[in-house]
């Protein structure tokens, strides 16, 4: 039973991780939702917080559907690494001390689902089925036409 749920879980984990990264970005990038304390929306070309909202709401809507699972989750788990030892552990070293708690829980669970991959119920599991190749999937070595 257990083995049979665990593509199920790991896809309820996807998506809910990659909501919670979804709203992440539009918090900062959109101010929605609103956030009781925000210090207002983040301008695309605001370095850091520009291009990380972007991957936010990008990699967060990806990881949602579950659509170039692997990649999408690698890149962001780099920005939350980033932003971990760019933001975060300067100030101190332990993530209870300097905030960095929700950086680094996102960019392991994101390291996690690059190498698990999607689970059930996603885009890249429908293309594999389909036979369409995805940047996720390997494709076969068949001929290209009959001989």
């Not at 918090?27 to 925000?38: E, H, I, S, Y």
């Not at 972007?54 to 980033?82: E, K, P, W």
């Not at 905030?99 to 392991?108: H, I, Q, R, Y």
């Amino acid at each position: 039973m257990r083995e049979a749920a665990g593509p199920y879980a790991v896809a309820a984990t996807r998506c809910v991780f990659g909501l919670l990264f979804f709203c992440h970005g539009s918090a900062g990038f959109f101010d929605l939702p609103k956030m009781p304390v925000n210090g207002g929306t983040t301008e695309l070309t605001a370095w850091p917080a520009g291009p990380a909202a972007v991957i936010q709401i990008v990699g967060g809507a990806l990881l949602m559907l579950g659509l170039g699972t692997r990649t999408a989750a690698l890149v962001c788990s780099g920005s939350m690494a980033y932003a971990y030892f760019d933001v975060h552990q300067p100030t101190a070293l332990w993530p209870i001390q300097n905030g960095g708690e929700d950086a680094a829980v996102f960019c392991w669970s994101f390291l996690l689902l690059a190498f698990t991959g999607p689970g059930a119920l996603s885009v890249d599991g429908l293309l594999r089925r389909r036979g369409i190749a995805g940047p996720d999937r390997k494709t076969s070595r068949a001929a290209p036409y009959p001989r």
